[in-house]
């Protein structure tokens, strides 16, 4: 099992920056290939961005490729969403997933999910 605990949500205005954490515990977590998913009210859950277990490459979805960043410290069991140039758009419930696949953009590819933590941009 693996336990994920997301933080750093809140309400920023437009252009602004926010910083998601997510600490992972009860599995080696270099092992684990881990995702941001989002999810607006009425909306489907969305693929935001993967880090992948083995070499920490990236993987962003089109509509926040180049204001979002992920990375990941091992040390610390934990991975960012960094997210930059914030749109009203980006609002939604953001989701960290955990899977032992080394790649997957959907979320039937994750087998563990935090519980979520509220972005709000503001116009």
């Known amino acids: 099992q693996v336990q994920l605990v997301e933080s750093g949500g809140g309400l920023v205005q437009a252009g602004g920056s926010l910083r998601l954490s997510c600490a992972a515990s009860g599995r080696t977590f270099s092992s684990l290939t881990m995702g941001w998913f989002r999810q607006a009210p009425g909306k489907e859950r969305e693929f935001v961005g993967m880090?992948?277990?083995?070499?920490?490459?990236?993987t962003y979805a089109d509509s926040v490729k180049g204001r979002f960043t992920i990375s990941r410290d091992n040390a610390k069991n934990t991975v960012y969403l960094q997210m930059n140039s914030l749109k009203p758009e980006d609002t939604a419930v953001y989701y960290c997933?955990?899977?032992?696949?080394?790649?997957?953009?959907?979320?039937?590819?994750?087998?563990?999910w935090g519980q979520g933590t509220q972005v709000t941009v503001s116009s």
């Open positions: 997933a955990a899977t032992l696949r080394y790649y997957a953009n959907y979320p039937g590819g994750y087998d563990y």
């Open positions: 880090i992948k277990r083995s070499g920490g490459s990236t």
